[in-house]
């Protein structure tokens, strides 16, 4: 849910200036370390997965059964009078499990995937791992099996914070009796805040999911949660993912950009990659606004911003073009939009649009795009006469490299001195794991890295 004042990219401008000056500043002023980078051959370079690029969806403000647009906007306007005019009675208060499992089927069919928040505590009318007041226990049992089962597979979940709404007390589980901008999580209540305190407050988000069976690997931050202190915001999210749920690589989604800035993920707070406990956190950044339905079910967004009928024109074909993740953002109220459907309609078009022009995507959960890339760029990646020597500190599937080669016969992948020989192809499309490729000079070989050292062998020897 994000305010119009203070959207996403008004915050991450704004950022920039408040942020302490170190690590790693670039012109949008992300203020992130990236931690230790190992040594890596010059004539490697990992590209994306089976030279693909990624696709994924990102759904915020997303819960069990609760509308948060219509429980939100009254807490919202509390606040901030003059910017939260919505009728939000005449909003429906449940967005129901009938819709549910009519997108997250179609998604399925389609093979999207993504991320599905689950607010734990949505704005404040229940907790998801005790009683939802407005509906029966079999009302929340049924919706989160749903979660369970149908979502689950294909998007990761991430809490977006406790309620989105009111700053809890963590000590008493209550909501903070004052009501200001400094204990709403969507404005200014991390203002200062240390990574033990952000951490405190998202492992409690991160519990009452775990207590219902739901994993996650990630954060999402409400509306501008964490937005002055994100070096803390990052550094609690790799504490918090990992001590309640052991995460191996704990990401979040704090930032979008839709203009020229990379909307590659930044792999931050890397250490410890030669040790047994490597550790890392990702930025996965968004590449759209919300063009689908809003953050309220009431602003209708357009296909062809997204991509046009031709499959050239809109921003994801830029994207994509540039070989990023093309990561679309959305929120759960706009995608019902009442019951009329039209965030989910545009999002049913843009797939068709993508799937009809482009055979080059491949859809990816957050997380399976967050290990890629802490794996592209965490991984030592060493020459030695015929053979590239990997250390890598996370495994990858699909891991793809490409390197300058003219006569390379065979290739095998060693691990634990077993050979496995890799098969070619002729054509890209085929490019999968334990393939490789051979176009006029460029060789292309993709396999599953796994976690510590491995190895691929050429045949002949590797050209310098
Ligand atoms: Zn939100």
């Known amino acids: 849910m994000k305010s119009k004042k203070f959207s996403r990219r008004e915050f991450i401008k704004t950022a920039g ?40 969806l990102i759904i915020d403000d ?19 009078p003059d910017r939260y005019k919505q009728n939000w009675k005449a909003l429906p208060r449940e967005i129901p499990d009938t819709f549910v499992r009519k997108f997250g089927e179609w998604c399925h069919e389609q093979g999207v995937k993504g991320k599905y928040s689950i607010v734990p505590y949505p704005a404040c009318v229940g907790w998801l791992d005790r009683v939802l007041p407005g509906w029966s226990k079999k009302e929340l049992e049924d919706s989160l099996e749903l979660v369970r089962t149908l979502i689950l597979p294909n998007w990761d979940i991430h809490p977006e914070m ?31 805040k240390s990574v033990d305190e952000l951490a405190d407050y998202m492992r409690y988000a991160l519990q009452i999911l775990k207590n219902v069976g739901l994993p996650c690997e990630g954060i999402t931050t409400p509306g501008g949660f964490g ?11 790799l504490q918090s993912c990992r001590d309640v749920f052991g995460a191996e690589i704990p990401h979040y989604f704090r930032h979008l950009f839709t203009d020229e800035t990379s909307v590659a993920p930044r792999v931050e707070y890397a250490s410890g990659l030669d040790s047994t406990d490597p550790r890392c956190v990702v930025s996965i950044i968004g590449c759209t606004g919300d063009w689908f339905g809003g953050w309220d079910g009431l602003e209708k967004g357009s296909v062809d911003k997204l991509i046009t009928a031709d499959g050239q024109g809109g921003h994801l074909p830029e994207i994509i073009h540039r070989g990023e993740p093309a990561i679309m953002v959305c929120h759960w109220p706009g995608i019902y939009f009442n019951g009329d459907e039209v965030g989910f309609n545009i999002f049913k078009e843009a797939v068709k649009r993508l799937h ?14 967050s290990r890629y890339w ?5 991984t030592q990646i060493t020459i030695q006469q015929d053979k590239i020597r990997l250390n890598a500190p996370f495994a990858a599937p699909r891991f793809t490299i490409e390197m300058s080669q003219k006569n390379v016969k065979k290739i095998s992948f060693i691990q634990k001195s077993t050979a496995k020989p890799l098969v ?23 396999f599953n890295l796994p976690k510590g050292a491995s190895e691929l062998k050429l045949l002949p020897e590797i050209l310098k």
């Open 17 to 56: 200036l408040a942020a302490p000056v170190f690590g790693l500043i670039n012109q949008s002023g992300i203020a992130q370390e990236p931690g230790q980078r190992p040594g890596r051959a010059p004539a490697v370079k990992v590209i994306n997965p089976q030279n693909r690029v990624p696709v994924s």
């Open 62 to 80: 997303s819960t069990c059964l609760v509308n948060m647009a219509h429980f939100g906007i009254p807490q919202f306007a509390e606040i901030f």
């Open 162 to 192: 406790i309620s989105h709404t009111r700053i809890i007390d963590t000590k008493t589980g209550r909501p903070f009796a004052a009501a200001n901008e400094y204990f709403m999580e969507n404005w200014r209540w991390t203002d200062g």
């Open 227 to 237: 937005n002055r202190v994100l070096p803390e915001l990052a550094q609690a999210t």
């Open 356 to 369: 009809a022009h482009y055979h080059n995507l491949i859809w990816m959960k957050l997380s399976e795009i």
């Open 374 to 378: 802490a794996a592209k760029e965490l």
């Open 424 to 446: 070619r192809v002729e054509n890209p499309q085929d490019l999968n794991a334990d393939h490789w490729i051979l176009q006029k000079d460029r060789l292309q070989i993709c």
